[in-house]
């Protein structure tokens, strides 16, 4: 391929218009790890964040993300601004996990109203969402209720954006899987994303439960690219995918609260294995919904993030016991803008893939988000059971089961090593 110059000004701009479109002791039993075969795309990858990615600097890659906030916030002034961190909030709203009710009169005889509040009988969790007082921003609203009550729980409500890039055109190919071994048994697995494009023919074995949007299915490329790398890792088993759009096509969409929402409902269903490819900062309501969700038997997925090898961790993918997945390109190379750390637990394809769009088509997709869904259905094919200690267990089978990549054992960039999916994939012309 003849190389391109391109300017980082023009990349960058050139990338971001991408990425707009866009029992304890039981013994796991998980289906045995093929070498990986990834869906194959003979078509030029010139519009996705891939071949962009690799002219740039790797400071550019989290640059990548911060434009991509920075056109939401320009556009959602009225609902949306930073925190002192630069990350997507909504505005005036402040989280408080459990608090007493003495916390809750003290603040709100300083001014600070209940919103709403999320309860999960399930998860034992109650969230509640405060609005600062008029007039006081809400980094100072976030401040003041610390001093109000030091021993409480209070963060912001941070939005979390997707971690890939779709091909805006379709590839001359299309994935077609064939399932090793017919089982009666079905797969259910859960996603938290945006919505899912649910007559894709893709998803003739799936059947799709959803949750958000007030009933209504408002489908998402994201979303739909990920659920279908599931069903085609899936096979022809029939699966029950449930999947929860925390988007809605609203600018707050992927808040902290519409997460946790989606988690209570997989928690409510009783979903063992949920994947999440979707990254934002630290979060200390996620962080403890995500550690009730994991105490009590459910395995998380999650991407690690495309902000480069260099950029501080992405959540919830860095939180203790949330299985973390890079991505990887045919030639099994880390993709250059995965995060490094002791977040990522396994590798699968990242890159020269393909997936399904909103148009009932195919497109080229690249990035974690679209690696770690094929770990979450290779999980959910062999360990269907919500059980306390069932993350663990996994972990260890799968890293005996891995390839090692990079340095001999674990290491920062692979993890375990590499993971593909039971049943390969291969690609074929469309007739």
């Known amino acids: 391929m003849v190389g391109i110059m391109i300017s980082r000004t023009l990349a960058i701009t050139f990338a971001v218009s991408c990425l707009c479109t866009f029992g304890a002791e039981a013994q796991v039993q998980l289906p045995g790890v ?10 030029p990858l010139d519009r996705t964040l891939g071949t962009v990615g690799h002219t740039l600097e790797q400071t550019d890659l989290r640059d990548l993300r911060r434009l991509q906030i920075g056109s939401l916030l320009r556009q959602h002034r009225d609902v949306l601004e930073r925190d002192p961190r630069g990350e997507p909030i909504v505005r005036s709203e402040l989280l408080s996990f459990d608090p007493s ?10 001014g600070f109203t209940i919103a709403r509040e999320q309860r999960s009988e399930e998860l034992g969790t109650r969230l509640v969402v405060l609005l600062a007082p008029r007039g006081l921003s809400t980094h100072r609203a976030l401040r003041r209720l610390q001093q109000l009550d030091p021993a409480g729980t209070y963060d912001y409500n941070h939005v979390y954006t997707g971690s890939g890039t779709t091909e805006t055109k379709p590839p001359e190919t299309a994935p077609v899987s064939t399932s090793a071994a017919e089982s009666p048994d079905r797969v259910r697995i859960g996603l938290v994303d945006t919505g899912v494009q649910q007559t894709h023919p893709v998803f003739a074995t799936t059947a799709i439960h959803a949750l958000g949007c007030n009933g209504n299915i408002l489908p998402g490329s994201h979303g739909t690219a990920v659920a279908s790398l599931i069903a085609m890792q899936i096979g022809t088993r029939p699966a029950d995918l449930y999947s929860a759009d925390v988007y809605c096509n609203e600018p707050t969409g992927g808040s902290v609260t519409a997460i946790t929402s989606a988690f209570a409902w997989m928690a409510r269903e009783r979903v063992a294995v949920i994947n999440v490819s979707l990254v934002g900062p630290a979060n200390r309501m996620l962080e403890r919904i995500v550690q009730a969700l994991l105490q009590r038997g459910h395995v998380i997925v999650a991407a690690v993030g495309n902000d480069g090898p260099n950029a501080k961790p992405l959540y919830p993918a860095a939180y203790d016991g949330v299985i973390g997945v890079t991505g990887v ?3 099994e190379r880390v993709i250059i803008e995965a995060l490094r750390g002791p977040q990522v637990d396994f590798a699968a394809a990242g890159a020269d893939i393909t997936a399904a769009t909103i148009d009932n088509a195919y497109a080229a997709v690249r990035g974690t988000s679209f690696a770690a869904p094929i770990v979450a ?4 094919s062999g360990d269907r059971a919500v059980r306390p200690g069932a993350q663990a267990d996994i972990v260890k089978q799968l890293a005996t089961q891995a390839r090692d990549l990079g340095k001999p054992g674990f290491d920062t960039t692979y993890g375990f090593g590499l993971l ?12």
Request: no cysteine; proline share 13%.
């Open 101 to 110: 009710p003495e916390s809750l009169q003290r603040v709100q005889a300083d």
């Open 329 to 331: 390109d045919r030639k």
């Open 377 to 380: 259905a290779l999980i959910a």
């Open 420 to 431: 593909a999916a039971p049943v390969p994939i291969q690609a074929q012309r469309r007739e």
């Open 34 to 43: 093929k070498l990986p075969q990834v869906p194959i795309v003979t078509g």
